[in-house]
């Protein structure tokens, strides 16, 4: 691992709780074994994986405020839903704080918490390594999903949208609308 890695390293685990930061290190490198499996570029993959959460710090609050300070707009749903604004503060972040100027890392991590119609692979890869990175704690489908990822990354995204969508209903929370598209999308793999 170059420097790069460990200099950036040093720097979140300065800004994120334990948790958060062992919870990224896990995404990265579960996040390079995607990319090894799907033949994507494993050097965006590491990067992406460990950058997805650099806005993740401080309440959801306090990342509104960074937000409105750095001129980030924000959308109805994601002032509803907090728990979305750091995936746009963390892409702005990686590229203003964190020195990362490409663009298809810097939209992995804007699309890490809900996906969207079309991905990349790299976004899926981000998507997906999230979900299931081997310090989640085991919920309804993981396995499934796990499994998927390695064989079939785009039913691996329908299965996770379809378990947050699921997720959220029963806990009478909201849902964004662009991870209802993302299932629609994807909803045609989720059988294969």
Same mark, same amino acid.
Do not use: W
């Given at each position: 691992?170059?420097?790069?890695?460990?200099?950036?390293?040093?720097?979140?685990?300065?800004?994120?709780?334990? %948790?958060?930061?062992?919870?990224?290190?896990?995404?990265?490198? #579960?996040?390079?074994?995607?990319?090894?499996?799907?033949?994507?570029?494993?050097?965006?993959?590491?990067?992406?994986?460990?950058?997805?959460?650099?806005?993740?710090?401080? #309440?959801?609050?306090?990342?509104?405020?960074?937000?409105?300070? =750095?001129?980030?707009?924000?959308?109805?749903?994601?002032?509803?839903?907090?728990?979305?604004?750091?995936?746009?503060?963390?892409?702005?972040?990686? %590229?203003?704080?964190?020195?990362?100027?490409?663009?298809?890392?810097?939209?992995?991590?804007?699309?890490?918490?809900?996906?969207?119609? %079309?991905? #990349?692979?790299?976004?899926?890869?981000?998507?997906?390594?999230?979900?299931?990175?081997?310090?989640?704690?085991?919920?309804?489908?993981?396995?499934?999903?796990?499994?998927?990822?390695?064989?079939?990354?785009?039913?691996?995204?329908?299965?996770?949208?379809?378990? #947050?969508?699921?997720?959220?209903?029963?806990?009478? =929370?909201?849902?964004?609308?662009?991870?209802?598209?993302?299932?629609?999308?994807?909803?045609?793999?989720?059988?294969?």
């Amino acid at each position: 691992m170059d420097e790069r890695y460990l200099e950036i390293q040093t720097l979140l685990k300065k800004n994120l709780k334990k %948790e958060r930061y062992e919870h990224t290190l896990g995404v990265m490198y #579960t996040a390079a074994s995607l990319a090894m499996c799907h033949s994507a570029n494993l050097h965006q993959a590491m990067l992406a994986g460990l950058l997805h959460d650099c806005g993740k710090y401080g #309440t959801s609050k306090e990342q509104i405020e960074r937000c409105k300070e =750095k001129e980030i707009s924000l959308t109805d749903a994601e002032r509803m839903m907090p728990s979305l604004v750091h995936a746009k503060l963390g892409a702005y972040l990686a %590229e203003y704080e964190y020195g990362i100027a490409d663009d298809e890392i810097l939209s992995a991590i804007r699309f890490h918490t809900t996906g969207r119609p %079309e991905m #990349t692979l790299l976004e899926k890869i981000i998507y997906i390594a999230d979900y299931i990175e081997p310090g989640r704690r085991e919920i309804p489908g993981l396995s499934a999903i796990r499994a998927a990822a390695f064989h079939n990354i785009d039913r691996a995204v329908a299965l996770s949208a379809k378990g #947050t969508i699921e997720y959220l209903n029963t806990a009478g =929370k909201p849902i964004d609308a662009m991870t209802i598209e993302t299932y629609a999308y994807y909803k045609k793999e989720e059988t294969k």
